[in-house]
């Protein structure tokens, strides 16, 4: 982990400005097919595609399909993937606490380039997406967006932070992001290179998110490996291992098993799904003011003491 000024980058490397010539374009794309991140994060827009494209889907993605190869449309498995589960949960859990949260008009994403909800979901008017993931590939899935009619909802705007970035607090912030007003942060394909990284995420959001802020998502089971050994099919070890993890942040946090996601959505969702999942789902509520808040209070604090003082000296 590297500190620059007090904050924290989330990869241990950054990018450069580079102007691509024919030639270099076409060795990007190569790099692209050989980066596991990249690979990692089509395969999740596959599996949106499919479930999109099934007789009786849980979700739909109107735009994914502009992000994929021409093949996509072989090897359409009608079984249902957690992967689909999680990200259904996650676009329910984002609006409902958009909709029933006063003030809640921020929303940060922190994923792999290639998510959709900036455009695929209904905000409600007036909401600030920010969507933290990987430069690189974001630039390249805006272009074939743009070009399949993607829109960002009347009213709102959309905001990309390079995860990359040395800085992604004070970037957040330059392009108005503000701790002093609600938001609500969700998880889902952001890469993580290690337990440390996701510590680094962790950090952030709890620096930048007010009291009572939720963070929620998907991670890497793998994360747990280290520290549960062999204990990682130990549900409860899960759980407490997750649990200590989110409370050293400042995070009260709660374990959404896969199976209870797929019965409450339908009936029919569990027999559907096709595999035990990789991945821990959570959500996790924010205990702890926000580096805004306390700086607004100490502000006002040092208001109170300094007209308290001159009072002092007008009665002597």
């Known amino acids: 982990m590297e500190v620059l000024r007090g904050r924290v980058h989330f990869f241990p490397f950054s990018t450069q400005s580079t102007y691509f010539s024919i030639r270099a374009r076409a060795s990007f794309k190569v790099q692209q097919e050989n980066d596991p991140f990249f690979q990692a994060a089509i395969e999740r827009a596959s599996l949106r595609f499919r479930e999109s494209h099934s007789p009786d889907p849980l979700l739909i993605d109107p735009y994914v399909g502009c992000l994929l190869p021409c093949n996509s449309l072989e090897d359409m498995d009608q079984e249902l993937h957690p992967y689909c589960?999680?990200?259904?949960?996650?676009?329910?859990?984002?609006l409902e606490t958009?909709?029933?949260?006063?003030?809640?008009?921020?929303?940060?994403?922190?994923?792999?380039?290639?998510?959709?909800?900036?455009?695929?979901?209904?905000?409600?008017?007036?909401?600030?997406?920010?969507?933290?993931?990987?430069?690189?590939?974001?630039?390249?899935?805006?272009?074939?967006?743009?070009?399949?009619?993607?829109?960002?909802?009347?009213?709102?705007?959309?905001?990309?932070?390079?995860?990359?970035?040395f800085d992604v607090e004070n970037i957040l912030c330059s392009k108005g992001f503000s701790g002093t007003r609600p938001s609500i942060w969700a998880f889902q394909g952001l890469p993580v290179?290690?337990?440390?990284?996701?510590?680094?995420?962790?950090?952030?959001?709890?620096?930048?998110?007010?009291?009572?802020?939720?963070?929620?998502?998907?991670?890497?089971?793998?994360?747990?490996?280290?520290?549960?050994?062999?204990?990682?099919?130990?549900?409860?070890?899960?759980?407490?291992?997750?649990?200590?993890?989110?409370?050293?942040?400042?995070?009260?946090?709660?374990?959404?098993?896969?199976?209870?996601?797929?019965?409450?959505?339908?009936?029919d969702s569990a027999k559907r799904v096709s595999e035990v999942s990789t991945s821990i789902l959570f959500v996790a509520e924010h205990l702890r003011f926000s580096d805004d808040q306390m700086e607004t209070w100490r502000t006002e604090f040092q208001r109170i003491e300094e007209e308290g003082d001159e009072e002092g000296f007008e009665e002597l």
């Not at 958009?98 to 409600?124: A, C, E, F, H, I």
């Not at 993890?245 to 374990?255: A, H, I, N």
Request: proline residues 4%.
């Open 98 to 165: 958009m909709q029933s949260t006063d003030g809640l008009k921020q929303v940060v994403l922190l994923t792999d380039g290639l998510d959709t909800r900036p455009y695929r979901l209904n905000w409600p008017t007036s909401t600030l997406v920010f969507d933290i993931c990987p430069d690189k590939v974001f630039r390249g899935a805006l272009q074939k967006l743009q070009d399949a009619g993607a829109k960002i909802p009347r009213g709102c705007m959309s905001f990309h932070v390079p995860s990359e970035s």
């Open 85 to 94: 589960l999680a990200t259904k949960f996650i676009d329910d859990k984002l």
């Open 193 to 267: 290179v290690n337990l440390e990284s996701f510590k680094d995420i962790l950090s952030t959001v709890s620096n930048l998110a007010m009291k009572g802020c939720l963070f929620l998502g998907e991670l890497p089971v793998w994360l747990a490996e280290m520290d549960v050994g062999d204990h990682v099919g130990d549900l409860s070890a899960i759980k407490k291992w997750l649990d200590d993890l989110f409370m050293s942040y400042g995070f009260r946090v709660k374990m959404i098993e896969y199976d209870e996601v797929a019965r409450n959505l339908r009936q």
